[in-house]
Structures are given as C-alpha cells and as structure tokens.
C-alpha cells in the first residue's frame, strides 16, 4: 500500500439496508450485542453483532443513526440472512426494511487526515457521520477505522458513482479489492465469510469492544455473558505469518490439531489458536510449512 491516502471502491464488497419506522433502532438493540439505544442523535453510529441464538456470529453490522431511517452496512454475502434474520423477529413492530445495495454507491477512504475535505470530521467519534456534498451530489460520510489506521466511508447515490469515483482519482490513489484485502490481512482485521461465520463467537474473534455487558437481551445473550463471565473461550484469533504456499488450513502442533486458518494471501494471514498454543513467535505446522503467531487479535 502507498503511504499516500489510498481510497477503494466497496459498492460490492458491503451491502446497504435501510430501516424506516419508530421501531427500527430498538429491534436492533434487542438482536444484537451493542447498546445501540444510546444513539439517541442522528448522525451516531456504532458497530454491533447480530449473533445466532447459539451466540455464534452472523455478521458485524454498522448501525448509523440518520435523521429519516437507520442505515446498516453488513457484508454483501451476508445481506440476505441480515434482512431475513431482521424481518423473522419483526412481529408487530413498525420496522421496514429495505435493500439499498443496488441503489447506492460505497467508498472508503484510507489514510489519516481528511479535514481539508470534510471539515470536521476529526472531531466526530469513530462510527459517526456527517452529510457532505462532492461534485454536488450529496453524500453521507462516515468517520471509520481499520484497526489503528483512520478511514472514511461515503455512502452516495449510485447515480454519483463514477462522478464521485473520479473526483477521488484525481486526488488519492485508487486501490482494488485485492490489495484492500492484503491491508485488512497486515491490520488484522476479520472479515465475513472467513472470520465472521457461525463456526465462531464474537469473544474470539476479538470482537469485545462491539459487545455490551450491561445492556438488555439481545439474541444470543446468554451464551456470549457465560464465556465472558467464566472465561471460557477457547480460541484466539491471531495473526500469522509464513514462507511459500500453504496446502491446507489445519493448524497443527506435535501432529495435535491446534487451530485452522481463515484467511490468507502472500505469506500472512489470520486464523483461529486454542489458547494454550496462541504465543507471540509460536512456530506451528501447516502441513509442511512453518507458520508463526505474529499477533494476538484478542483483548
């Protein structure tokens, strides 16, 4: 990745939904792991964990509080269980639901200053966002993060796709999902569909900082609170690094299997470690290969 602000276009890598009704916010709040009722304003966000009844993780959602709807991010191979996941638990509440995806255009913007074109957006807590217009077409900003590194989502029309995409050209440096992948990979970042899968819960996919332990039910409470308050997770997620090419995702050590990778791309990856076995510089086997605990993704 240049060390000049890069940008990338995620019109399909996430998916857009949004929520109308009175309603929309509270049912969130009661089927996910955050306390989504302390966005009392509009233009507040935060991140949540819609978690099977098992606790078990469907995907990690962006929720932002607008003006007129909720807007929700979640990853595109996972909207259809999202939504039908929402409507299931929509008995008589005054929540619709309606897929955007096809009607907006996502970008993401990543490096570290971007007041001198969003004025502002510094000041705003990560997840937050402000209304802005580029090229006058007007668009919803959001103040994110990747790990350590500052980033910044606009979500606009898909009408405005090109006119905004070119607008960003002439500025940053434009990445492809590939390389995207690769900086969520050295971030350690987890992704749906490799990471975030019902195979795992939200603790040891380091996930805490999306989970509130003083909130009301939410689907899945009951598991998520017990591993916590006992401490019985099982599983880190860590970063891994290795020479060559890997023939298989079994982690083993002394021929015990140990973990099993989910990710991985040029020599780096991420994946899961029983306990016992996730230590910084901890050699284990993949297959024929040496692999190496880099870093450990679990607070």
Known sequence: M???PVFVDLVDYFS??????EDSLDLLDRLSTNKLENLTEPYTGMS??????????IDLLGVHRLPEKVLVTTAKESKRKVIEWIEFYTIMEDVE?????????????????WDE??????????????????????VIVIREEMSDVRCIDVIGSMTARS??????AGKFNKVDLKD???????????????????????????????????????IGQEVVARLNTYEKVQRKLVKLAWQGDLDQKEITYDGKSVGVITSAE????????????ADLKKELDCGDRKIMVTEILVE
Do not use: W
């Open 2 to 4: 240049s060390e000049k």
């Open 16 to 21: 857009r939904i949004d929520l109308y009704g």
């Open 48 to 57: 949540s964990v819609l978690t099977t009844n098992k606790g078990r993780i």
């Open 97 to 113: 639901v309606k897929d955007t995806s096809a009607e907006t255009c996502h970008f993401r913007l990543v490096g570290e200053k």
């Open 117 to 138: 074109l969003f004025p502002g957006i510094s000041e705003l807590f990560v997840r937050d966002s402000m209304r802005c217009e580029i090229e006058g077409e007007s």
């Open 163 to 168: 006119k905004i995409g070119d607008f960003f």
């Open 180 to 218: 995207f992948n690769q900086l969520r990979l050295k971030l350690g970042i987890p992704a749906f569909g490799f990471e975030l899968t019902e195979d795992f819960n939200p603790l040891e996919a380091g996930l805490i900082s999306h989970i509130s332990f003083n909130k009301g039910c939410y």
């Open 266 to 277: 040029s020599g780096i990856g991420l994946g899961f470690v029983r306990n016992t076995y």
